[in-house]
């Protein structure tokens, strides 16, 4: 049996890439990694479709050899309007300067150089990114910044790392079966519902997601917005395009993303994210009104990201994250209690605050309009995050704590039939089996 679905498997994959007038190979990780310029100000937004420019090989902020600090400033009260576009580091020029002036002159006290400013107002912080001196003993001018008075606070930069790993490829796609996706379609299909992926960048006119991002936007300083293998992976099991006739569905193929580039790959394949490109991801992706935000990264606890999840939590935003299978409590973000935490690992599974998803063998979108397979808990989250989308199609101002209660949890994994029977109260798929739903209970 495992050797006909595997054959099945490549000739659904080859038939695919064949579709699309594609190679059939699986396009090697891009060896060239972004670095940070050192002026300040923001990224020019890219029009989501635009032709991807050849990537310069430049260093990536993780490799500076100084050591990178955040340093937090306060705004006044927020005026801006919350259902108006701005431009992804809008400021209010009024106070912007003095500001600066005070980043300056710390920068100056502390032997710090500074290197490029962002205004948060989701936190009511300009955030200034700094560089220590050499030799300066860790720790200790962040310390001596978050007792300064003109600081709300100051922290180190940390680093994260992705957790990778009718259609043709439909079929075998592990959550068509699991998840029982085609009867689902006439329940929900993530319509009306913005998904910000927050990853490397994503292939917009790659053919499984073509007509899918509604913003594409690069936070990553020192080169333009290129496509990658990580984030066009998450985005095309979140959010393919179902009906097409090639490649691959999504879990939710009426959501529409934000393709948020706030990590980038490097020479031996691997994606990087900072707390700084992060964090500016994050908050560009509250104030353009995502309802999922998905995070397929793992690192260090962080407060500005905590912060930032923080605030989605209390708009109701629904925050999903890769747990690390290396690290204890599974990582951060995916240790924050009000984030959805994924795994592809039954012996991660936590009752209740971890949730287990396909996340092996998951055929999706890859750079150069083709096709691959990819493991790890990274795609479970994807999984998620589709999950949450056709979840806010039917219940868009469910509270997060009465969700997460919905989910119907086995040790297989999700019951997303039972789960959504829950959430609308009626049944939308296997509606035959009574014995799935004869224990579940609305919360």
């Given at each position: ?7 099945l ?10 579709a699309a007038g ?11 990694a ?5 002026a300040?100000?923001a ?5 989501a ?6 990537r ?5 902020p993780?490799?500076?050899?100084a ?8 705004l ?5 309007r919350p ?15 003095a500001?600066?002036r005070?980043?300056?002159a710390?920068?100056r006290e502390?032997?710090l ?7 948060m ?6 955030c200034?990114r700094m560089a ?12 001596a ?29 592990p959550?068509?079966?699991q ?10 299909t ?15 006119a ?18 333009p917005y ?6 066009t ?8 395009r ?24 490097q ?6 994210c900072?707390?700084f ?8 992706a ?13 690192g260090?606890?962080?407060r500005?990201l ?5 605030v989605a ?5 629904r ?18 209690p009000?984030?959805?935490?994924a795994t592809a ?18 055929p999706?979108?890859?750079p150069?309009?083709?096709w ?8 479970s ?21 009465k969700?997460r ?9 999700i ?9 609308t109260?009626?049944?939308?798929c ?6 799935q ?7």
């Amino acid at each position: 049996m495992k050797r006909a679905l595997t054959r099945l498997l490549c000739r659904a994959l080859l038939a695919a890439t064949a579709a699309a007038g594609a190679m059939a190979a699986v396009p090697a990780a891009a060896s060239a990694a972004a670095g940070p310029a050192p002026a300040a100000g923001a990224a020019q937004p890219q029009q989501a479709g635009a032709a991807q420019p050849e990537r310069p090989a430049v260093q990536s902020p993780a490799a500076q050899p100084a050591r990178e600090i955040l340093v937090m400033l306060r705004l006044p009260a927020p005026h801006y309007r919350p259902d108006a576009y701005y431009p992804p580091n809008y400021r209010d020029d009024a106070g912007a300067a003095a500001r600066r002036r005070t980043a300056e002159a710390l920068a100056r006290e502390y032997g710090l150089r500074l290197l490029e400013d962002w205004a948060m107002p989701i936190l009511n912080v300009d955030c200034y990114r700094m560089a220590e001196p050499e030799g300066a003993e860790p720790g200790k001018i962040v310390e001596a910044l978050s007792r300064d008075p003109r600081v709300k606070w100051a922290q180190a930069i940390e680093t994260f790392t992705a957790q990778g790993g009718s259609d043709p490829l439909f079929p075998v796609q592990p959550a068509a079966q699991q998840w029982q996706l085609a009867d689902m379609r006439k329940a929900a299909t993530g319509r009306n519902v913005t998904v910000a992926v927050i990853d490397s960048g994503v292939e917009a006119a790659h053919p499984d997601l073509a007509g899918q991002l509604a913003f594409q936007e690069n936070f990553v300083e020192g080169q333009p917005y290129v496509a990658e293998s990580h984030g066009t992976g998450v985005a095309g099991v979140i959010a393919a395009r179902a009906g097409n006739g090639v490649g691959i569905e999504g879990v939710a193929p009426e959501a529409r993303l934000m393709a948020l580039r706030a990590c980038w790959e490097q020479a031996d394949g691997a994606t990087r994210c900072n707390s700084f490109t992060l964090g500016k991801a994050l908050n560009f992706a509250l104030m353009h009104g995502a309802q999922v935000i998905n995070l397929s990264l793992s690192g260090p606890p962080d407060r500005l990201l905590r912060e930032l999840i923080d605030v989605a939590c209390a708009r109701g935003v629904r925050v999903v994250s890769a747990v690390d299978p290396a690290s204890a409590g599974g990582g951060f973000p995916a240790s924050h209690p009000g984030v959805f935490a994924a795994t592809a690992l039954v012996a991660q599974m936590v009752a209740g605050r971890v949730l287990l998803a396909p996340g092996r063998d998951i055929p999706t979108s890859a750079p150069g309009a083709r096709w691959g397979m990819v493991s790890g808990s990274s795609f479970s989250a994807a999984h998620i995050s589709g999950m949450m989308a056709l979840l806010s199609e039917l219940r868009p101002a469910m509270a997060l704590p009465k969700l997460r209660a919905s989910i119907v949890s086995q040790p297989a994994g999700i019951d997303l039939c039972a789960t959504v029977a829950i959430v609308t109260g009626k049944c939308s798929c296997l509606c035959g089996s009574t014995a799935q739903l004869k224990d579940v209970r609305s919360p």
